[in-house]
C-alpha cells in the first residue's frame, strides 16, 4: 500500500464519469484524494530531443511528444549533452502550472511487482529485497533466482507485494519490463520525432492495484473499472471477495459524504474538531494557513487554550495540504505559544500527522522570529482547486470538472428513471463535449439505453443541466 495506507483502510473509486476519483478512508474519515483524468504519468518514459541548452541551470530543454518540453538536469544523465541530441528520457516530476515536466535520464521501469533499472553504469547486478521479508529461506531462494537472471548493467528492486509470486510469475514481469528497454532503444536507434515510449501506470493506478492486491477493501461505483480490477485479481490467481461494486440507487460518494469533504477542501475555511478553524489560502508563490480558535472551548487558561487548538489543527492542516494536493513552500500562522515546550509540541504533531512523507517529501523550516511555522512539501501533480475550478475573481468549475459533474449527476438520476429516449438541456459551451463520438456522449448512452438528443440552454450554467424524457 503507497501513500500512508495500509491494509486496514477502504479504498472508494467512483469511475462512473470521464475520471476517476479515488478516496483513501482511514479511522472512517477521508484522509487521501485523487483525481485521474488520464495524460502523463510520472514514470513515462519518452524518446526526446535535446531542444536547448541551459548551462545557467546546468540543465537542457528535451521536446516530448504530447507534453510540454521537459526539464533535464545534466546530473541526471550520464554524458554531456548538445542541441538536437536524442535521449531516452523518464518524467520524475509532473509538470504544474506553467512548468513542463522534470526528467531524468536515469531509468527505472516500475512494475507491479518490480522495478528494473535497465542501464546501471555503476553497481550493475544489484538485487534489492524488501526489509519486511524476514523469511531468511525465502530471501535466499529470491536472491538464487534473480542472481541466474540479472545481467550485468541491470539492478533489480522487488516489491513487498511480489515476495510471494511464484518463479514464473517473477520471470515474467521481469521478461516484460525488459521488453519496454528494448523498445526504447529501438525508438533511439532510428529516431524520426519524439515518442512516448512506455506510459506508466499513473499514481492513482499504482494506488488501486496495490491496495487490491494486498486484500484492502475497496468499493467500486463503475462496471468498467469493477471488471478491470476483478480481471486483475483473478489472473494473478487472488480472491476478490475484498473487491466490492457499488449498486446503490445513490452515487457512492455521495453514499459515503465523500461529497461534503471535497467541497470543505475547496473553499478557504475549515472548521476544527472541538472549535476553532483554519484558513487556507493558495497562491503562487505559497501556501499561507492561520489558526484561529474562534469557538474553541474558552474555559482554559488562554496559554493552555492556544497548544490545545494548534494540536487540533496540525493534524487537520496535513490533511488539507494532502487533500488539495498543495507542494511548494507552506507557511503557517499558529496561536502564539508560551514556550519552547509548546512549539515542539506543535511541530512534533506535524510530523506525526505526515508519517512516511518526512522520508524526503516533507522539509521542514521550523519556526521564524515571528512565530510562524514553515515547511515545503514535495510538489506531485496538479493541485484540487486547479484542477475543479477555473481562475476567476469568483471561482465557477473548469470545463472538465463541469463536464465530470453533469455525467455523474445525469448517472443518478437514470438510477432511479428509466432507460429510454432524452433531451438533455446544458450550457451552450458544453455542447461540444458531449457530441457524437466523445466519451462524454458514449457514458449517457450507456446509462440511457441510447444517445441523448442535445440542446443548448443559455440559461443554464456551466455544470447545470435539465434533463427531459421524451
Request: aromatic fraction near 4%.
Amino acid at each position: 500500500m503507497v501513500a500512508g495506507g495500509t491494509e486496514t483502510d477502504r479504498l472508494l473509486i467512483d469511475a462512473v464519469a470521464c475520471e476517476r476519483r479515488i478516496a483513501l478512508i482511514g479511522n472512517d474519515r477521508l484522509s487521501r484524494l485523487w483525481i485521474d483524468r488520464g495524460g502523463p504519468a510520472r514514470f513515462d518514459i519518452h524518446l526526446g530531443r535535446v531542444s536547448k541548452i541551459l548551462p545557467e541551470m546546468a540543465a537542457a530543454m528535451v521536446a516530448l511528444d504530447g507534453v510540454a518540453d521537459g526539464l533535464l538536469p545534466f546530473d541526471r544523465v550520464d554524458g554531456p549533452l548538445h542541441e538536437g541530441q536524442w535521449v531516452i528520457v523518464q518524467i520524475s516530476r509532473l509538470g504544474f502550472e506553467d512548468k513542463g515536466p522534470k526528467l531524468t535520464g536515469r531509468i527505472a521501469i516500475e512494475g507491479l511487482g518490480m522495478i528494473l533499472r535497465p542501464n546501471e553504469q555503476k553497481g550493475g547486478g544489484l538485487i534489492e529485497l524488501p526489509r519486511r521479508l524476514k523469511d531468511e529461506d525465502r530471501r535466499a531462494s529470491l536472491s538464487a533466482l534473480f542472481k541466474g537472471l540479472v545481467a550485468r548493467e541491470e539492478s533489480i528492486t522487488l516489491r513487498s507485494l511480489a515476495i510471494d509470486w511464484d518463479d514464473a510469475a517473477l520471470t515474467g514481469e521481469l521478461k516484460q519490463l525488459r521488453a519496454v528497454w528494448t523498445q526504447a532503444r529501438n525508438a533511439l536507434a532510428s529516431p524520426a520525432k519524439p515518442v512516448l515510449v512506455f506510459k506508466a501506470l499513473s499514481d492513482a493506478d499504482q494506488l488501486i492495484e496495490r491496495h487490491v492486491m494486498a486484500g484492502g477493501e475497496c468499493i467500486v461505483d463503475g462496471a468498467d473499472e469493477f471488471v478491470r480490477l476483478r480481471g486483475l485479481l483473478r489472473a494473478r490467481g487472488f480472491d476478490d471477495g475484498h473487491l466490492v461494486r457499488h449498486d446503490g440507487a445513490r452515487l457512492l460518494f455521495d453514499d459515503q459524504d465523500i461529497e461534503d469533504d471535497i467541497a470543505t477542501a475547496l473553499q478557504p475555511r475549515v472548521p476544527l474538531p472541538g472549535g476553532g478553524w483554519i484558513a487556507v489560502e493558495q497562491t503562487t508563490a505559497l501556501c499561507a494557513i492561520d489558526v484561529n480558535a474562534g469557538g474553541s472551548d474558552a474555559d482554559h487558561d488562554q496559554a493552555r487554550r492556544a497548544e490545545q487548538v494548534n494540536l487540533r489543527a496540525a493534524s487537520e492542516i496535513v490533511r488539507q495540504l494532502q487533500l488539495r494536493n498543495i507542494g511548494g513552500l507552506v507557511v503557517i500562522d499558529p496561536l502564539r505559544m508560551a514556550g519552547k515546550a509548546s512549539r515542539d509540541r506543535f511541530e512534533t504533531a506535524l510530523r506525526d500527522a505526515f508519517g512516511p512523507e518526512m522520508s524526503g517529501a516533507v522539509q521542514f523550516g521550523g519556526f521564524t522570529r515571528l512565530g510562524l511555522f514553515e515547511l515545503t512539501r514535495q510538489r506531485g501533480g496538479i493541485a484540487l482547486a486547479e484542477l475543479m475550478q477555473a481562475s476567476r475573481p469568483d471561482p465557477v468549475p473548469t470545463r472538465a470538472a463541469a463536464l465530470n459533474t453533469i455525467l455523474r449527476f445525469v448517472t443518478r438520476d437514470l438510477r432511479v428513471g428509466q432507460a429510454g429516449r432524452y433531451r438533455l438541456h446544458v450550457a451552450p459551451e458544453m455542447i461540444d463535449t458531449l457530441a457524437p463520438g466523445t466519451t462524454g456522449q458514449q457514458i449517457l448512452e450507456r446509462a440511457m439505453g441510447m444517445a441523448p438528443e442535445l440542446a443548448a440552454d443559455e440559461t443554464l450554467s456551466r455544470a447545470d443541466y435539465r434533463l427531459e424524457k421524451l
